[in-house]
Structure formats: C-alpha cells, structure tokens
C-alpha cells in the first residue's frame, strides 16, 4: 500500500463500511516483540468489548511486514494494523475508536492513525472546530492519537516554527511520526476538538446502543448463542440480506428445526440496537417446519409478550438456518481445513517468492545457511504466517471485502462462521447439559426507541450541531426564552397580552399557541414590508454580507443614454418632464379603488374565501358552500379582511395537506426560522 497516498485509496475502495487502523511503536525490534505487542493490545481490547456485540468484525490487531516508507531506524520492516467492517452500525466504529484511545494510553510510546472508507473521519466528526489551514488537500499523515489525546501537526507559518513542524502540504509518514512521539514538539489538536470527539466517544459506548430481548428458539439454537453469543450478528445479517437461494434452506430446516414443543425454549438474547431493528422491521412468514411453534398474537398482554418472542425466535432460528446453509462458507471451511504448510505447493506462489526475498533483504534468516536445521525453522514460520494471511484475503474476497492493498492480509477477528457453529452443534450433540445452564432469563429491554415520533425525529435532526441560539418551537419552555431577535424585544411583550387577552380563561399551553402564531404572523409581516434589491430577497435567518451600495436603476436616465448613443432625438410634443401626483393623492385613489372592489366582490362567492375583521375560527359559521360566513349579520357593513388572520389559516392548511412531508409551507417557514410540527397543526385543528 501507498502510504502517502493511503487515504485517496481507501475512499476509493468499494464494498462494505470499513475502517482501518495503523500501530508505529518505537522500542520493538523484532517480529516476536511485535506480535507480543499485538496480543497485549487484544487482550485491552477483549477486556473493554467483554459485554459489546460486533455488527460485523470485532476489534482486531495484527504484524504487517514491510516497511511502506517507514523509518528504519524505529520501524525495522513491520508494524501493527487492523481492519473492521461495521457495515450500518455506525457506533461500533466509534467504540473502536474508544479502544485505540484505550491502547495509547497503556502504551504512550505508540501513534495510531486511524481512517474509513470516508477518509479522515475524526476531522469530520469535528469539523466546526478546525483551523483554517487544514483541508482535504493536505490533511494526510497529520492526524494522530496519542497518550490518550488527538494530534495534528500544522504546517509551519513562521521560521521557528520550520525547525519544529515538517514543511510542505503533503508530509511524509515517518517524519510525521517523529514529530507525533517528539515531546518537544506540540502537536495537541486542542480542547475544543477533543471535546468534540471525546463527546462522539462516551456516546458509543454507552449501555443502551445493546438491546436485550426474549426470543423462543429450538435449544440448539440457544446452546449456541450461549457459547458464542457474537454469532448473533452473523444470523441477523443472513436473515436481513436473504435472497430465494438461501430462503431454500428455511423449507426443510435440517439443522436447528424443533422436534416437539418440548425442545422449544425462551432465552434473553442480546443484539445491538441496529440488528434487533433489522429483525423486526422485516415482516416474515414462518416456514412450514416452524409454523406450528409460533403463537399468534392477541389483545392479551402478556400473550402479546410470548407472541413477539416467538416471531423474533423463528426469525433468528430461520437466520441461522441459512447461515450455517450458505455454500461459500462451506467450500472455505473445506479449503482452509485442508491446506496446511506441508501441502501448499510454495514454489508455485510468486507472492511467497517475494515475501522470501524481502525477508532475506532484511536479514530475517540472519547468517544460517540455506538448507540448515536453524534456516528451515525460521522459513517453516515465516510460511505459516504467510499462508495464513493468504487464507484470511481469501475470506475476505468470499464475503465481498473489498480492500485497497493489492496484497490484503486482514485476519478473522472470529473464524468462520460455519466451523464456529459445526464446532459448538457436535459438543451440543454430546453434551448432558440441563436446560437451565444455556438458558439466559435477564429481562427485556422496552423497544420503544424503535418508534420515532414527529418530535423525537426533529430533535434528532436538530442534534448537537444546530448553531447556537436556534430556535426550537417542540421544546417546552417559555416564549421568552424562545425570542432571539433584536427588533422582536420592544413589541414581545405588547402581543403577548394581546392575545392573553382573545384566550383569556384557556389553559397555558393554548395562550401558548397564540403567541406562536402571533409569532408567525410578525415574521411575515417584517419579511413582506423590508425592501429587497437586484441580488433577491433576503430571509432573516440569513446573514447580510452585502459589501458596498446597493445598486440604483433610474428608468429615464437609461432611456437617454441609449437615445444619445443611437443619435435618435426625443420624438416632438414629448414632455420633458411628467408631473408625478403627490403620495397623498395617489393614497386616497387607490382608497377609493380597494373600496369600489371590495363593493363589487362581496356579492360573489370569491368575497366568502377571506375571513373579516371581527370573525374568528371559533365564531365563524360554515355555510353550505364550505365557505366561512363572517358573524355579523349586518350585509350592508362591509368589514375589512383581517389579513393576518387569513395568513395564519392558509398556511396552517397547507402545512396540513403536506402530511408530514416536505412542501411549499414548511419550506417557507423554515427560510424565516420558524419550526411547526404535524402534532401542533393537528391540536389546533382538533380545537378549532
């Protein structure tokens, strides 16, 4: 692999969500060193995941051999890395991010550089806090961890700072890890990053990202899970990406189908909140051999518990039905219980022959001679490492990883799932083990998370990066706290007795309401009467970054530029100048206009679409043509349209028949910082 260049590589990879990790420690000098190294930041690892179910591939640490630019001096030939798939449980990248930080702090002398298939995705995570000079251009081998904090190495501004930091945009590897372990050399990322990241961190590995649930499954299936609990993951995802091929295993169910209801039993098992959404959010009919275990659901609440443990026991026992089914599993099973250092023709293998002969470059074979007792020994391991690496790229091409090192050596943090579970089914058979041994009865965790309210729902898009004082109208708390405009102070409390006073006697929560859509109708109207120019309209959640005059347009002084430039003359008897009528004048006209109008309009249906000045909702008559009557019974008044009123009512109908999804009237209001969820319009429609 290309390390200066790893990570164009690795966002060019296809396949499954992965990350990759890379160890350098200094102080190791030989392979056995190294891979002693690689046991102890495992065993962290183990120890901190004892009780975490992976979505895919767990934690895992290994010795790649080869130097890929590193210095010499402290890096003789190999190093320590590692490769995860975590495919959509985003949380289980960063709880390996939470291990790494783990591992420096155990080992201060180690830098770990870790990416994905995104690239940099600590510089994601904490984007609203890095400097200005760090982009995607020059962020490669900048971003460390170390002793349990983030590094970044800036480039030098100034000439002391040269002698610090190496120069130039793109930094080479083994100079970027000098100067990561340098204690001379500042490197820390700062407490606004770290804060962020750290924040990402805690979050991940948290209790409740696991999600305990009851499941009635054969008792090979819960000896099973007993044993190897993390097999769950490899059954969730057999069920969730199932296809006609494998479904064919569930018709005759040859493995784990029950021989009686007696040899059915209910067990706690733990998923990840990712896998337990993926089960039940796919509906499944049961396979005939299952069908006469499963128990219908009823009104019956605790009937209701057995049946979901029933539906989600046949699910998961149909998953591992197709797992342990899928053929790929088995001709790999086949091909690495068969191959072993004594029969794989070596000689054939021209990636063995290179491997060889870098390692007799860096002096692994020391001074034996070729042939000698000492020799055979070190290449009969130097083999046995390398077909293992072999076997584990093979697995890796058979489940479609797709990796950007032509010669990929990641190793099976857990083996194959078929040998797994053949292994643990014979001990099964053999076993006198009761039921109550593998049987486990903590209780179930409420899946209430799994439904997502309209509130819930905003608040997770708002999140923690929403910009600081935005507005949130879901939250309950006082309208004052609400207010962040400036020009909103001086009129706020005016209003909200205004309409205190139309309510007065309703609850909170209703005089509530009010404000809000007085609220609403202020933004309007300071949106509708500010002036825009040539660049458009500017909403007032925007930022006015106009630089200069606005720009003028004067109609008459146009016309006679262009007239002078044709050489045309103004045509004869034409005024120079037109006497324009005072703003006084032009008011009382278009008075007069409006009034002749709305005396022409009120005789037709279009005059009953606008609800007047005095009517409310509440007062408001509907009349057999669907139209709103004005409750004055004098036809002869013409009352004024209360503008306002009918705006609030136009957009609280068209927010309305979006239904929850995107539209003109959420998008209008969302420009002039305003948030209404479906809930709000539904209440006030229920109470109109």
């Not at 930094?171 to 890890?177: E, K, P």
């Not at 998961?316 to 091909?335: I, N, V």
């Not at 002869?636 to 979006?658: A, C, G, R």
């Amino acid at each position: 692999m290309n390390w200066e260049n790893v990570h164009e590589e690795a966002a060019a990879a296809g396949g499954d969500n992965w990350m990759r990790y890379a160890l350098y420690e200094t102080g190791i000098d030989t392979r056995e060193e190294a891979e002693n190294r690689a046991r102890d930041m495992t065993k962290i690892a183990e120890d901190l995941s004892s009780s975490y179910t992976w979505q895919k591939d767990g934690f895992n640490v290994f010795v790649r051999e080869g130097d890929h630019g590193l210095p010499r001096k402290h890096f003789p030939g190999f190093h320590l890395t590692g490769m995860q798939r975590f495919g959509d449980a985003i949380d289980d990248e960063w709880f390996s991010v939470f291990i790494l930080f783990k591992i420096s702090e155990h080992f201060p002398s180690s830098a770990i550089q870790i990416w994905d298939n995104d690239g940099e995705f600590l510089l994601i995570e904490a984007a609203t806090e890095l400097p200005a000079w760090l982009e995607p251009s020059n962020a490669a081998n900048r971003v460390f961890i170390c002793k349990g904090g983030v590094h970044i190495i800036p480039i030098p501004r100034n000439p002391r700072e040269i002698t610090l930091y190496p120069p130039g945009n793109r930094l080479d590897i083994g100079r970027a890890i000098s100067a990561v372990l340098d204690q001379k050399v500042p490197t820390d990322a700062g407490s606004a990053i770290e804060a962020l990241i750290k924040t990402r961190i805690q979050g991940s590995k948290r209790r409740s990202l696991m999600h305990f649930a009851r499941c009635s499954v054969p008792r090979s299936v819960a000896y099973v899970l007993h044993k190897d609990p993390q097999l769950v993951a490899s059954a969730v995802e057999s069920f969730y990406l199932r296809d006609p091929i494998s479904l064919a295993a569930c018709r005759e169910m040859t493995h784990f189908a029950p021989a009686s209801k007696e040899d059915m039993v209910t067990t706690t098992v733990q998923f990840s909140r990712v896998m337990y959404a993926q089960m039940v959010g796919q509906p499944f009919s049961a396979p005939k051999p299952l069908a006469p275990f499963i128990i219908s659901k009823s009104s019956n609440s605790a009937n209701w518990e057995q049946a979901s443990a029933s539906e989600l026991g046949m699910k998961l026992t149909c998953g591992f039905e197709m797992l342990y089914a899928e053929q790929h599993l088995r001709d790999l099973s086949a091909f690495t219980n068969s191959v072993t250092v004594d029969t794989y023709n070596f000689d054939a293998d021209a990636r063995w022959l290179k491997s060889k002969s870098r390692l007799k470059r860096m002096g692994y074979f020391k001074e034996n001679v070729e042939g000698s007792e000492a020799y055979r020994e070190l290449e009969r391991a130097a083999k046995e490492n390398f077909l293992k690496n072999k076997l584990s790229a093979l697995r890796d091409r058979m489940e479609g990883v797709q990796d950007s090192d032509p010669d990929p050596s990641v190793p099976v943090p857990f083996g194959n799932p078929y040998d797994r579970i053949r292994k643990i089914l014979d001990e099964f058979k053999a076993s006198s083990s009761r039921t109550s041994d593998y049987v486990h009865n903590e209780p179930p965790d409420s899946d209430e998370w799994i439904t997502l309210t309209m509130e819930n729902f905003e608040r997770l898009m708002k999140g923690r990066d929403s910009a600081p004082g935005a507005e949130d109208l879901l939250e309950d708390e006082d309208d004052d706290d609400d207010d962040s405009d400036d020009d909103d102070d001086d009129d706020s409390d005016d209003d909200a007795d205004d309409q205190d006073s139309v309510v007065e006697g309703n609850t909170e929560q209703e005089k509530r309401g009010v404000r809000e859509l007085a609220k609403m109708v202020k933004r309007f109207t300071s949106f509708v009467e500010a002036e825009s120019d040539v660049n458009g309209v500017t909403f007032p959640n925007e930022n006015d970054d106009e630089n200069g005059a606005p720009f003028e347009f004067d109609p008459d002084v146009f016309m006679q530029k262009m007239m002078s430039a044709l050489g045309a003359s103004e045509p004869a008897g034409q005024a120079k100048a037109v006497e324009v009528n005072s703003e006084e004048e032009v008011y009382e006209d278009m008075n007069a206009v409006m009034e002749a109008m709305d005396a022409e309009l009120s005789a037709t249906k279009l005059g009953n679409d606008f609800v007047r000045a005095g009517s409310m909702f509440v007062d408001a008559e509907e009349g057999a043509d669907g139209h709103y009557r004005p409750d004055s019974t004098d036809e002869s008044e013409i009352k004024p349209v209360d503008i306002d009123l009918n705006l609030v009512k136009n957009l609280l109908e068209s927010f309305s028949s979006q239904e929850g999804l995107p539209g003109p009237a959420s998008n209008l209001l969302a420009s002039l910082g305003l948030k209404i969820s479906r809930e709000d319009v539904d209440r006030r429609d229920v109470k109109k």
